[in-house]
């Protein structure tokens, strides 16, 4: 299948991960739907991305809401005619022990990287049933499947999103549109790089934030160094290439983790 004029929609698309995998999606041709909560973000990015030579619209959406999912998916459809492919990127964390997580910080996370999953799912899966066609790649985490200290909601959100993609693939095993999971590893976004980040809370007495986060790459990563945006890319091309491939939890993560 070629990519060349296909639709895509890719949430949390104006920075990190879904930047990079609406690149590499434009890269191989798709018209790209970008939406984020920030649409300073989302805008910039569509006309960068533009200048590839693809259609591009920029939408402000919180995935959270459901009147704005739909709003987000029925604007897609009125825009390009159609909804080929779906990457379901958007997401929250916070770093905080069980013992320090609130009612809020639970929910905060769950609506968006739970909940939210499962909204844009269900709006994107009828869109793409009316062409009998398409490709739901939601992006989960190594996260999604084991634990990790300081992200137990975190975790329980990312779990939740691997079993979800598995159970929805088997629904529309006969309709057409596959569904699977990019599950990341460590990547230098604002979840590990960054003031509040992983590699700060877990740095040693003495070590700076960059020190923390080379020896977590050395430590964790068999490769020795972190995974990137563009790597997802790749992955997301091949599920919106493969059609025989779905309810899968990939792993992108420098062999990391083994299942």
Same mark, same amino acid.
């Given at each position: 299948?070629?990519?060349?004029?296909?639709?895509?929609?890719?949430?949390?698309?104006? /920075?990190?991960?879904?930047?990079?995998?609406?690149?590499?999606?434009?890269?191989?041709?798709?018209?790209?739907?970008?939406?984020?909560?920030?649409?300073?973000?989302?805008?910039?990015?569509?006309?960068?991305?533009?200048?590839?030579?693809?259609?591009?619209?920029?939408?402000?959406?919180?995935?959270?809401?459901?009147?704005?999912?739909?709003?987000?998916?029925?604007?897609?459809?009125?825009?390009?005619?159609?909804?080929?492919?779906?990457?379901?990127?958007?997401?929250?964390?916070?770093?905080?022990?069980?013992?320090?997580?609130?009612?809020?910080?639970?929910?905060?996370?769950?609506?968006?990287?739970?909940?939210?999953?499962?909204?844009?799912?269900?709006?994107?899966?009828?869109?793409?049933?009316?062409?009998?066609?398409? /490709?739901?790649?939601?992006?989960?985490?190594?996260?999604?499947?084991?634990?990790?200290?300081?992200?137990?909601?975190?975790?329980?959100?990312?779990?939740?999103?691997?079993?979800?993609?598995?159970?929805?693939?088997?629904?529309?095993?006969?309709?057409?549109?596959?569904?699977?999971?990019?599950?990341?590893?460590?990547?230098?976004?604002?979840?590990?790089?960054?003031?509040?980040?992983?590699?700060?809370?877990?740095?040693?007495?003495?070590?700076?934030?960059?020190?923390?986060?080379?020896?977590?790459?050395?430590?964790?990563?068999?490769?020795?160094?972190?995974?990137?945006?563009?790597?997802?890319?790749?992955?997301?091309?091949?599920?919106?290439?493969?059609?025989?491939?779905?309810?899968?939890?990939?792993?992108?993560?420098?062999?990391?983790?083994?299942?």
């Amino acid at each position: 299948m070629t990519l060349q004029n296909k639709v895509a929609l890719v949430t949390g698309a104006g /920075r990190g991960i879904g930047k990079g995998i609406a690149t590499a999606l434009a890269k191989e041709g798709c018209h790209i739907a970008l939406a984020d909560i920030n649409i300073d973000d989302a805008e910039k990015s569509a006309q960068e991305i533009a200048a590839l030579g693809v259609k591009t619209i920029a939408i402000q959406a919180d995935i959270s809401r459901n009147a704005d999912v739909e709003s987000m998916v029925n604007r897609v459809v009125e825009h390009f005619g159609q909804l080929d492919i779906a990457v379901n990127n958007a997401g929250v964390i916070s770093i905080k022990s069980v013992g320090e997580l609130t009612e809020e910080d639970w929910d905060t996370v769950n609506n968006v990287n739970a909940k939210g999953v499962f909204l844009c799912c269900k709006a994107e899966m009828n869109a793409m049933k009316m062409k009998g066609s398409g /490709r739901i790649i939601n992006i989960a985490s190594i996260a999604g499947k084991e634990g990790f200290p300081d992200l137990a909601h975190y975790c329980a959100s990312k779990f939740a999103v691997v079993g979800f993609t598995n159970s929805l693939a088997k629904e529309l095993q006969r309709s057409g549109i596959t569904v699977n999971a990019i599950c990341p590893g460590i990547v230098p976004t604002a979840m590990w790089y960054g003031p509040d980040g992983l590699a700060e809370r877990w740095k040693l007495e003495g070590e700076t934030m960059e020190a923390s986060w080379q020896r977590h790459q050395d430590l964790l990563i068999p490769q020795g160094v972190g995974q990137t945006p563009e790597d997802m890319g790749q992955l997301a091309i091949y599920l919106a290439n493969a059609e025989h491939v779905t309810g899968q939890a990939i792993n992108v993560d420098g062999g990391f983790t083994f299942h």
